[in-house]
């Protein structure tokens, strides 16, 4: 059931979510909701864009990276993967919403949670695979610059796990 987080008078819990992520992450995290009571607020961050300001109905403006290109954009959540979430939470009694931010991801879910004064950030870790650990060795794991960069709890939810005496990702 979407809602006006702020409205609502419950905790809430932000949910970093990607595209490409295992559902696994939003099961999770609306298994914690319902033991909590708490809203989710599902973000999704587009780190190839800046955010040049906030509007009152918690969507944001944003610029590209790209130095050509000089028009504003309005973050949007992504319909179809709006539809994919909504299946997932529809289902439940969690009282939940959607927001599209851009800039870099954690620093975004970190100013979210800080801004709803939210009890925790729920995110998942990366799946194994050369891209990744080469994305993560350049801009570093999300999950660790929140858990060193604000002050809110973080939830990280394990989707590819290494099996003991296996190496780990970084390795």
């Given at each position: 059931?979407?809602d006006?987080?702020?409205?609502?008078?419950?905790?809430t819990?932000?949910?970093?979510?990607?595209?490409e992520?295992?559902?696994?992450?939003v099961?999770?995290?609306?298994r914690?909701?319902?033991?909590?009571?708490?809203?989710?607020?599902?973000?999704?961050?587009?780190?190839?864009?800046?955010?040049?300001?906030r509007?009152?109905?918690?969507?944001?403006?944003?610029?590209?990276?790209d130095?050509?290109?000089?028009?504003p954009?309005?973050?949007?959540?992504?319909?179809e993967?709006?539809?994919h979430?909504?299946?997932?939470?529809?289902?439940?009694?969690?009282?939940?919403?959607?927001r599209?931010?851009?800039?870099?991801?954690?620093?975004?879910?970190?100013?979210?949670a800080?801004?709803?004064?939210?009890?925790?950030?729920?995110?998942?870790t990366?799946k194994?695979?050369?891209?990744t650990?080469?994305?993560?060795?350049?801009?570093g794991?999300?999950?660790?610059?929140?858990?060193?960069r604000q002050?809110?709890?973080?939830i990280?939810?394990p989707?590819?796990?290494v099996?003991?005496?296996e190496?780990l990702?970084w390795e």
């Amino acid at each position: 059931m979407p809602d006006d987080e702020r409205a609502s008078g419950r905790p809430t819990l932000i949910v970093g979510v990607v595209r490409e992520q295992p559902d696994d992450v939003v099961r999770q995290a609306i298994r914690f909701a319902e033991l909590l009571g708490a809203s989710l607020v599902l973000a999704t961050v587009d780190p190839t864009r800046y955010t040049t300001g906030r509007n009152p109905d918690g969507s944001v403006s944003a610029f590209a990276i790209d130095p050509d290109s000089d028009e504003p954009i309005t973050e949007e959540f992504d319909s179809e993967f709006a539809e994919h979430l909504r299946h997932l939470l529809e289902p439940t009694d969690v009282t939940w919403s959607l927001r599209a931010l851009a800039g870099d991801p954690a620093h975004e879910l970190a100013r979210l949670a800080h801004e709803l004064d939210a009890v925790a950030i729920v995110v998942g870790t990366r799946k194994r695979g050369l891209r990744t650990t080469a994305h993560e060795f350049f801009n570093g794991s999300v999950a660790v610059h929140l858990a060193h960069r604000q002050h809110h709890p973080v939830i990280i939810i394990p989707l590819d796990p290494v099996a003991h005496g296996e190496r780990l990702p970084w390795e």
